[in-house]
T-cell receptor, first 109, second 116 residues
Framework: QKEVEQNSGPLSVPEGAIASLNCTYS??????FFWYRQYSGKSPELIMS????GDKEDGRFTAQLNKASQYVSLLIRDSQPSDSATYLC?????????FGTGTKLQVIP | GAGVSQTPSNKVTEKGKYVELRCDPI?????LYWYRQSLGQGPEFLIY????????DSGLPNDRFFAVRPEGSVSTLKIQRTERGDSAVYLC??????????????FGPGTRLTVL
């Protein structure tokens, strides 16, 4: 079992719809959870971080964390073509950060 | 500079050669990370520095890979006897290095290494 698992996609959504990206992790001592966006040929860019169970909202983005289920998700409301990218889930224990393979999102105009 | 910088942006070398990749972290960041990313994969952890010392080097794939950070700022990733399988984008990230879970990494633009 991989430490951080994501569906590779592509996930296709129409412009204006809600995109839902999911991630599961195996290490129960994980403390911090991050979503990064990566455009093709570019380096990862931090979108959201979440540390406590529940929801955290920032503009069109909402991160959701359920530590009991070892599950973290990212919702993107009113999806725009510019949101088309690969979204990386990252999980941090005490020091080391482990990344998933990423989910490719395509927002169709 | 405001962000993490990496040089060179691209490096093409021949199999068996030695290469050095440089990372200059954000000023004030004590933690520095090296990752390797292959096409279609997420970043793969290589090594983590806290200050001058390597706090976790468990991700280095073999003894051909070595990294230093002698003054606690700039870091150099060194690869000896390069192999074609070493071709990837090498990413550097830095953070404040606090023990809090809120410590966030910021990435540099990466160095694309191609071994012919």
């Amino acid at each position: 079992q991989k430490e951080v698992e994501q569906n590779s996609g592509p996930l296709s959504v129409p412009e204006g719809a809600i995109a839902s990206l999911n991630c599961t992790y195996s290490d129960r001592v994980s403390q911090s959870f991050f979503w990064y966006r990566q455009y093709s040929g570019k380096s990862p860019e931090l979108i959201m971080s979440i540390y406590s169970n529940g929801d955290k909202e920032d503009g069109r983005f909402t991160a959701q964390l359920n530590k009991a289920s070892q599950y973290v998700s990212l919702l993107i409301r009113d999806s725009q073509p510019s949101d088309s990218a690969t979204y990386l889930c990252a999980v941090k224990g005490y020091q080391k950060v482990t990344f998933g393979t990423g989910t490719k999102l395509q927002v169709i105009p | 500079g405001a962000g993490v910088s990496q040089t060179p942006s691209n490096k093409v070398t021949e199999k068996g050669k030695y290469v050095e990749l440089r990372c200059d972290p954000i000023s004030g960041h004590t933690a520095l990370y090296w990752y390797r990313q292959s096409l279609g994969q997420g970043p793969e952890f290589l090594i983590y520095f806290q200050g001058t010392g390597a706090a976790d080097d468990s991700g280095l794939p073999n003894d051909r890979f070595f990294a230093v950070r002698p003054e606690g700022s700039v870091s150099t990733l060194k690869i000896q006897r390069t192999e074609r399988g070493d071709s990837a984008v090498y990413l550097c990230a830095s953070s404040f290095g606090t023990s809090k879970g809120t410590d966030t990494q910021y990435f540099g633009p990466g160095t694309r290494l191609t071994v012919l």
